[in-house]
């Protein structure tokens, strides 16, 4: 039993409850000193996830023994993205840093909703940061979210606002004669599709421009497909370009898109979800030019800034009419010139949630201890690994590049006549040995390893490790021998 005090949850005994927080903390220190020594990832047993299926009043209300559940149930079988050998997907490998930043965090408990209080001045001291980075005016606005689906939504719903003003807010779409259009590229994130489907357009009404050979959004047939709408009548207004695809890593033509969203009077939002700190490594960050014309930006720190989930982020040309498009006014969420309701505007002026945790301590957290500079070295390495791996590749008969290697996103393949079926086998098979985890992608109809080089723990002997098992496990694939 913890012992608590008789009318409240807080321990009775501190001392005690301080010798196992200590120990909790070294026990999670204990984990990222050593990941190397265990798998990237393991099949759970099924005992294990039968053990999540008690009834509610199981009886038992312990600290020691919730922790020692934790431990033996919980942290051995998580998915492995603070692991080097993690390569799947696009996930963030977290910090030592930021784990502790989420502790001071969980104990403040503070609610970033609103009101006079300094936890909001670490989020707008973040929201500066942000500004600076991508040389955006001070009147931009900035907004902690959950991730780059939350805020690409945000951006959809801004852009409404934009052309349609905040009448739309009152009088939803349909009092507007005008059928709204967005586009976007092929090789787009699903989260643009569910945000025109969430904020009420249709995802119809998202126009998927087909991309080049690099994987770019074809900008002719983007100016084509818009040409297309205006003639029967509807009316563009939102273009999203992508810095770093979630398939192979591509960042579009933002100059070009930029270019056609100010001679069309459209929208100009980029999901830089993982690509767009890139601006934080001089090597990559030029190829990202025509971010700063951009009139929103979604990316994640959870991703390539390596903040512990989740900590994604939308910044705002136009502070103001972000600020409209979310702003309501309640008699108990009324501002005042002193005491604790001062400090309007709030952060729940610039979207949809309320109550709102301080994501912005572990983000503020990470760029003050290791710095803007340390951050950017660490998203130039990943991409040239990345570039390790790819020549590995190339330097190997058996294996084949099934894309351009734009930044930190490797797709390749296994050479045998039953491709799609090895390549599968083959990607099952290591995340199974728990030697390291790509994850697959389809691209024209090919079935690809894909690694996704995230993690700032990530080394050439990871990649080398991927190489090598891929190639002893593609060839006992292609002869179904895998156990
Ligand atoms: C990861 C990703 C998203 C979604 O971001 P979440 O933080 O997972 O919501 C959107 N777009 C791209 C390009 C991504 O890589």
């Known amino acids: 039993m913890l012992k608590t005090s008789e009318d409240t949850l807080d321990p009775s005994d501190w001392n005690a409850f301080r010798l196992q927080g200590h120990q909790m903390l070294d026990d999670m220190i204990d984990y990222l000193e050593h990941l190397r020594d265990q798998p990237v990832w393991q099949p759970m047993p099924e005992e294990v996830r039968h053990s999540f299926q008690q009834a509610l009043n199981d009886g038992q209300h312990d600290l020691k023994s919730a922790h020692a559940i934790f431990m033996k149930d919980v942290l051995p079988y998580a998915l492995g993205n603070v692991h080097p050998g993690f390569m799947g997907w696009v996930h963030g490998g977290g910090t030592p840093v930021g784990m502790l930043a989420e502790m001071l965090a969980a104990g403040l408990n503070a609610n970033l909703g609103g009101r006079d209080q300094a936890p909001i001045e670490i989020e707008r001291q973040v929201v500066q940061w942000v500004r600076e980075l991508f040389n955006f005016p001070e009147t931009a606005s900035g907004l902690f979210v959950t991730g780059t689906s939350m805020a690409n939504l945000l951006g959809v719903l801004i852009a409404r606002t934009a052309l349609l003003g905040t009448d739309v807010r009152h009088k939803g779409l349909t009092a507007d004669n005008r059928q709204l259009i967005a586009y976007t590229s092929a090789d787009a ?235 599968a086998d083959i990607v099952v098979a290591l995340q199974e040995s728990g030697i390291a985890a790509p994850s697959t992608t389809t691209l024209n109809g090919q079935l690809a390893i894909r690694a996704a080089i995230v993690n700032h723990r990530t080394t050439t002997s990871d990649i080398d490790a991927l190489i090598d098992a891929t190639l002893a496990l593609g060839s006992c694939a292609a002869r179904r021998a895998c156990s």
């Open 189 to 423: 994130h699903i989260s643009l599709v569910q945000a025109m489907d969430i904020a009420g357009f249709g995802s119809d009404a998202l126009r998927m421009i087909p991309v080049d050979e690099h994987h770019q959004m074809n900008i002719a047939a983007l100016e084509l497909a818009i040409a297309e709408d205006q003639k029967i009548g509807l009316t563009p207004f939102f273009i999203a370009g992508t810095v770093g695809t979630v398939g192979v890593g591509a960042i579009d033509n933002l100059q070009s898109i930029a270019e056609l969203c100010h001679r069309k009077n459209i929208w100009f939002h980029v999901d830089g979800a993982y690509g767009a700190l890139a601006m934080l490594a001089p090597d990559i960050a030029p190829r990202l030019q025509g971010i700063e014309r951009a009139d929103s930006i979604a990316f994640d720190f959870h991703k390539w800034g390596q903040v512990p989930y989740d900590a994604g982020f939308i910044l705002v040309r136009d502070g103001e009419l972000h600020h409209s498009t979310f702003a309501s006014s309640a008699a108990y969420l009324k501002r005042g010139p002193r005491g604790m309701a001062a400090g309007s505007p709030w952060p729940c002026d610039f979207g949809p949630d309320l109550s709102r945790g301080f994501r912005a301590l572990k983000t503020w957290f990470t760029i003050k201890v290791y710095g803007a500079e340390k951050l950017g070295q660490v998203i130039s390495n990943t991409c040239a690994l990345a570039q390790h791996m790819k020549l590995r590749i190339e330097a190997e008969p058996r294996l084949e590049l099934l894309a351009p290697v734009a930044l930190n996103i490797v797709c390749f393949r296994y050479r045998s006549t039953d491709a799609n079926r090895v390549n």
